[in-house]
């Protein structure tokens, strides 16, 4: 079941997040990724508010919780899992621990991109 609810769920996320991208280049142009910028920022808050939601209320089922968190949210943003994950580890007084995570999968994850990248261009460039 958990499986499922949390499909459902990433299909709404991504749904809506290809309409924040649709919107904000329409808005704004394509200049600059507004939309991914506002889909991280939206969807960090939204994440905020059901931790604090779910952190006051026990009686949620796991089943709503995944659809809501890893479903609906990380099908629109995995960005809010990372600042989920983040400030739990600054909340916990782990502020190394948190800086590194940070500064860690920030740059890891930009390297891995440009590594992925430049395989590609690589193979392009073969014969």
């Known amino acids: ?3 499922f609810v949390v499909f459902l ?5 991504g749904a809506l997040r290809h309409g924040v991208n649709l919107g904000s280049a329409r808005l704004f142009g394509f200049g600059f990724p507004f939309g991914t910028m506002i889909v991280n920022i939206a969807g960090s808050f939204v994440m905020g508010l059901f931790a604090g939601y779910f952190a006051f209320r026990t009686g949620i089922p796991q089943h709503m919780r995944l659809f809501l968190t890893t479903g609906v949210l990380g099908g629109f943003t995995t960005f809010s899992a990372f600042s989920l994950d983040a400030a739990l580890l600054v909340e916990r007084h782990a502020y190394w621990l948190a800086a590194a995570y940070v500064a860690g999968s920030v740059v890891a994850s930009l390297l891995a991109l440009f590594a992925g990248l430049s395989i590609f261009r690589f193979g392009a460039a073969l014969p």
């Not at 769920?9 to 996320?13: L, Q």
């Open 1 to 3: 079941m958990g499986y």
């Open 9 to 13: 769920g990433a299909g709404i996320g």
